[in-house]
């Protein structure tokens, strides 16, 4: 809590304020009851149930004032004359289990510039200037009261001009013989003014705000009652509803009609009423007080990204957390993280390949959300569209360095596999089948096999035992899953002691199966070599058997979706995007170098300031335009920023440049603390006092990988791709895995005589495994060798993916078919290779029996430390976008208290 005495201006009883000689006209204006109800919930809703406030009735009162003289303790002596239009909603107001009728006061403006300071801090009330306001003694069609305010009909980035806001006027006879006003409900027993008085002398209820010091959101919101006194009321006269007239004009900027529900053109009262009275308003007390909970968010990669995006994706969230993200260098995305490179075409530079697969279903659903969030026109921004950033496919290829496979899946609806069946559906079929004999499976192996040896026949080599391998791997796993099934005391989680290879021995594979790409391929997907050996592959079972059921069966359309520009484009930039619109404090170099748990609470982090902003900046603006694409910079923008050493490279564990320093406490800058750093970042940073399942994530076993991209005269299908593919898996070590990047092409900027043709490639790096990335020598080593190594292989292996491609009479691909700028001495030269050796970049392994050392994303132990990213134990438990949003998701829903609806749990394949 926020000691409200500590807030500038703010005070803990503010003094009464006297208006006397107040000539007031009094008109009920009709509204629907639903949006009066929906604007006291905005307004109240925060509160519940501390204070349940309704709206009564079917209208609200626009009272017209003329005050001639307004007095007040403070902040000034003496008195002024000023005049005001003001909406008062009648409202119950439910606490302790008593129940009180008050006014909400939604919008009030009056012409005085001291009644708007005195109306918005003491009394909370949602006072704004009127530019003008025209209150006759007999208001009349030649002669209206009128209200004018400086406001906007539409949206459209045109400078606000002064506009009429509402007219009252009345035509002949308007005043009745009779004071009767039956629908004010007034107490018939009491004399009309006596009654009138009472009817107004009631609290007055209105949430107070102090907002954040970006403006962006409220800090600490309360829920304000004073009570309002009428100490004399005389002159008081009923008017003829009917002789009535009100006009509420329609204002973008003033949205009265949303807010009040009137019917659009001229109103007419329901009553009205002039009187002159003299009132107060008493000692302000606060009914509820809510701070929202600030939550520090550690990391800026998809894990760190998603929690934010979770805690905020709704106004009741918004006004519930205040978020910060605290994110090291100039851009977001960690291991997902893509730039351009101005000095070479604008080109994108990934730091490895990038595909979603299309069981990642809360990953899909929440970039959904973000493109039909974010605010990007098509045609004039790219990607603008969901459809744009991602394209589906359902083709893949398996190679075993000599011949290739291509498949092609089935096409699912969308939204087909969102709510995969679990693991008991899967025994109830699997139990039907058995029942019909054990020859199932063989079967079924012997149906496939003859279905995949006649699939794409002119695309196999005659030489090729792919097809039959591929048969044999389906009949394999089968016969694992019923063995799995038919046991109703086992799940998934008892394969993972166990080697994905073992497995498959044990249920009859091949030596052949277990040494060929399609088996492989699980492996290089996740770049299970432990060390990076590739004489080590490890891979946990039960995993590998849970992935590759939801690839093959489980996926929402299309078995993976391609990116149409980079995957900082993709997602990373609309993501930005949306947090700031939502509010959300991102603060960009950022490098988190502490983080102490002490008595299971996160206690203090401490963060250093990789660099100052430069004189007159007042926020680091990270993207920039190339084309029609919002992208990040492949350098920060030195222009931005003060104290940046030149070349700084502000991912490096090698440097450790720091401008300025800063700590944040428990209870003082954050209540939670949602740790979205890398594993290895995480064991170097943790400090605790002796907590196992904390000391555990350092022994979380991590991978270096490289990233290869190559650029061609011609296109890939014109050096003889695999036919109908856009990704070859099972590969020669280390580049196993390739992709086809042609139609990215298009978002670079080469000149004349452009590229064609663009291959990515990357896979696990064994040299680097033991290097200390924080010994800068040693690192340019490893990566000037690993430059070498991959070009060099790009040379000698890609003319088996590429063979028109390949110098006359040999193997190896041909110098000729790399582009290169003119005048470039080498065309190897221009090609990109990025070698993943900091902390941050390193992969997560899934070997087998490691889950036991990674934490749950939420623990009671520990209540105010929560972890999001790919590393926790999550349910999807595979290192990928899909588990760093699960993760986050499930932290989320702890804060929150909500149900989240996440698509995949440990239960469910």
């Given at each position: ?54 709206a009564l009735g079917a209208f609200a009162l626009l009272a017209l004032t003329d005050v001639s003289r307004a007095s007040c303790a403070l902040p000034t002596r003496g008195s002024e004359r000023y005049r005001e239009a003001s909406w008062f909603l009648p409202v ?602 904390l000391a555990r994530i350092s022994r979380i076993a991590t991978v270096a990988t490289v990233q290869v991209q190559t650029w061609h005269t011609r ?195």
């Amino acid at each position: 809590m926020i000691p409200r005495s500590a807030l500038p201006g703010s005070l803990d009883l503010p003094p009464p304020y006297l208006l006397e000689g107040v000539r007031t006209l009094l008109l009920a204006v009709p509204c629907a009851p639903d949006a009066l109800q929906g604007t006291v919930a905005r307004a109240f809703g925060w509160a519940l149930p501390a204070a349940e406030v309704r709206a009564l009735g079917a209208f609200a009162l626009l009272a017209l004032t003329d005050v001639s003289r307004a007095s007040c303790a403070l902040p000034t002596r003496g008195s002024e004359r000023y005049r005001e239009a003001s909406w008062f909603l009648p409202v119950t107001c439910t606490e302790g289990g008593r129940t009180t009728v008050g006014f909400h006061v939604p919008a009030l403006y009056p012409d005085s510039a001291v009644a708007v300071c005195l109306g918005r801090e003491f009394f909370g009330l949602p006072k704004k200037p009127a530019h003008a306001i025209a209150f006759p003694e007999e208001p009349s069609p030649d002669d209206p009261a009128r209200v004018e305010v400086l406001g906007a009909q539409v949206f459209d980035g045109s400078p606000w001009r002064v506009q009429p806001l509402l007219t009252v006027s009345a035509g002949s006879a308007p005043w009745l013989p009779s004071v009767l006003l039956p629908d004010l409900a007034l107490d018939a027993s009491l004399p009309l003014e006596e009654a009138l008085s009472r009817f107004l002398s009631v609290p007055l209820y209105q949430r107070r705000e102090v907002p954040t010091p970006d403006g962006a959101a409220a800090a600490l919101r309360e829920l304000v009652r004073c009570r309002a006194t009428v100490l004399s009321l005389q002159g008081l006269q009923a008017g003829d509803p009917t002789s009535w007239t009100v006009t509420v004009e329609s204002l973008a900027s003033d949205p009265l009609h949303a807010m009040l529900g009137l019917a659009a053109g001229p109103l007419t009262p329901l009553a009205v009423a002039r009187f002159t009275m003299d009132f107060r308003l008493g000692e302000g007390a606060v009914v509820a007080s809510h701070r929202r909970s600030r939550v520090l968010v550690l990391g800026g990669g998809m894990g760190g990204l998603a929690a934010a995006l979770a805690l905020t994706d709704t106004p009741s969230r918004r006004e519930r957390f205040e978020v910060t993200v605290l994110a090291q260098g100039h851009r977001l995305g960690g291991k997902g993280a893509s730039w351009r490179n101005p000095d070479a075409g604008d080109r994108i530079e990934e730091h490895g390949i990038h595909v979603i697969f299309g069981f990642y279903h809360n990953f899909l659903r929440l970039l959904r959300g973000v493109f039909n969030e974010v605010r990007r026109e098509p045609g004039k921004d790219f990607p603008a569209t969901f459809e744009e950033a991602f394209s589906a496919r359902w083709d893949l290829a398996f190679a075993d360095g000599r011949h290739a496979l291509p498949l092609r899946l089935a096409r699912s609806a969308p939204g087909w596999g969102a709510r995969p069946p679990g693991l008991a559906d899967l025994k109830a079929v699997v139990g039907a089948l058995v029942d019909k004999g054990s020859g199932v499976a063989a079967g079924l192996g012997h149906v496939l096999k003859g279905a995949l040896s006649a699939l794409l026949p002119d695309a196999l080599h005659p030489e090729s035992t792919l097809a039959e391998q591929l048969a044999e791997f389906v009949v394999v796993f089968a016969r694992g899953i019923l063995a799995l099934a038919v046991d109703l005391t086992r799940s998934f989680d008892d394969l993972d002691p166990l080697d994905f290879r073992a497995w498959l021995r044990q249920h009859g594979a091949s030596d052949a199966l277990l040494e060929g790409p399609i088996v492989q391929v699980p492996y290089d997907a996740v770049f299970a070599y432990q060390g990076g050996d590739f004489t080590q592959p490890r891979l946990a079972a039960g995993l590998a058997v849970r992935g590759l059921l939801r690839l093959a069966i489980f996926y929402d359309e299309a078995v993976y979706h391609v990116m149409n520009a980079g995957m900082g484009e993709c997602v990373f930039a609309p993501v930005y995007e949306v947090l700031k619109a939502r509010g959300v404090r991102v603060e960009l170099l950022r490098r988190v170098t502490s983080l102490e748990l002490r008595g299971g609470r996160a206690r203090r982090v401490r963060v250093q300031r990789q660099a100052l902003l430069a004189p007159g900046v007042a926020e680091y603006q990270p993207l920039v335009r190339v084309g029609t694409t919002p992208c990040w910079t492949r350098k920060p923008d030195a222009s931005q920023l003060a104290g940046l050493p030149a070349g700084a490279n502000l991912y490096a564990d090698s440097e450790h440049a720091s401008a300025a320093e800063d700590e944040y406490i428990d209870g003082e800058h954050f209540d939670h603390v949602v740790c979205a750093l890398p594993a290895p970042v995480t064991a170097r940073v943790l400090t605790h006092d002796g907590v196992t399942e904390l000391a555990r994530i350092s022994r979380i076993a991590t991978v270096a990988t490289v990233q290869v991209q190559t650029w061609h005269t011609r296109s890939t299908a014109q050096l003889g791709w695999v036919p109908g593919s856009l990704a070859v898996g099972g590969f020669r070590q280390p580049l196993n895995t390739f992709v086809v990047g042609d139609r990215l092409l298009a978002q670079e900027h080469f000149g004349p005589n452009p590229p064609a043709g663009l291959l990515y490639a990357c896979g696990p790096w064994p040299a680097a495994w033991a290097l200390d990335p924080s010994d800068a020598v040693a690192r340019v080593q490893e990566e000037t060798y690993a430059r070498s190594q991959c070009l060099r292989f790009v040379v000698d292996e890609l003319g088996v993916v590429l063979p028109r491609g390949r110098s006359a009479g040999l193997a190896a691909l041909s110098r000729g078919a790399f582009w290169a700028p003119p005048a470039t001495p080498d065309p190897l030269e221009f090609q990109y290779v990025r070698l993943n050796i900091d902390r941050s970049d390193r992969y997560v392994l899934a070997l087998p029996g490691a889950l036991v050392d990674r934490p749950r994303p939420t623990n009671p132990a520990r209540p105010n430390l929560h972890f999001a990213g790919d590393w926790t134990r999550n349910g999807v438990d595979i290192p990928c976008m899909e588990g760093a949003v699960v993760s986050a998701l499930q932290v989320a829903e702890h804060l929150t208290g909500e149900d989240l609806d996440l698509l995949a749990t440990k239960d469910w394949i």
